[in-house]
């Protein structure tokens, strides 16, 4: 969908890096606000990663991956450290010497993205029907970034029964993304 424009504005073409900010900047900063960030917070962090990906698109094109799908975990990846720093907790992974040189192996291609945005609706269902529980330790493992370990203490819960319900949320959002992504009638 915007691999055409990344290319363009990796060639120098500001028209082209203007419109993927135009087209990407309100989906992004709806994620780094459900962070609880600040405006100018998000306009730093985007301006850094609209930055970091001129210097990256290459590689994200020579994988196939989806640049739009690595500026949205940046945009993860970025908020959680800073709230993970701010209340003074370890960080969840070890820290990378440039966070911008992930790898692209996982992240899903442009044609995902794409037939993921035409079924919006279908995903939105499927969330709903997550079992309240597995939404809950998902939001914050996804969300707020926290380990597993976090998360049962946060909850007071053994450590066995959020990982379980992690495990569960996983298989059945992977279950029902192949649903989604494979046909439209996919009886969700």
């Not at 992974?93 to 079924?119: F, G, H, T, V, Y």
């Amino acid at each position: 969908m915007h691999e055409d424009l990344f290319a363009r504005a990796e060639a120098g073409d500001e028209p082209a890096l203007d419109e993927i900010f135009d087209r990407l900047a309100p989906r992004l900063l709806a994620l780094s606000a459900r962070f609880g960030s600040t405006p100018a917070d998000d306009e730093q962090i985007l301006g850094d990663l609209f930055y970091g990906l001129l210097k990256e698109s290459r590689r994200f094109r020579r994988h196939g991956g989806s640049a739009t799908a690595w500026l949205a975990f940046a945009v993860r990846t970025g908020r959680i450290e800073k709230r993970r720093a701010a209340a003074h907790l370890p960080r969840a992974w070890p820290p990378r010497q440039n966070p911008l040189r992930i790898s692209l192996a996982w992240l899903p291609r442009p044609s995902d993205i794409a037939r993921i945005d035409e079924r919006r609706d279908l995903l939105n269902k499927v969330l709903r029907h997550l079992p309240k529980p597995q939404m809950q330790v998902l939001e914050m493992a996804v969300f707020d970034g926290l380990t597993e370990s976090e998360i049962a203490e946060k909850l007071k819960q053994p450590l066995g029964m959020v990982a379980a319900e992690l495990r569960a949320a996983f298989r059945f959002l992977r279950h029902r993304m192949s649903a989604i992504l494979g046909t439209w009638n996919a009886g969700i």
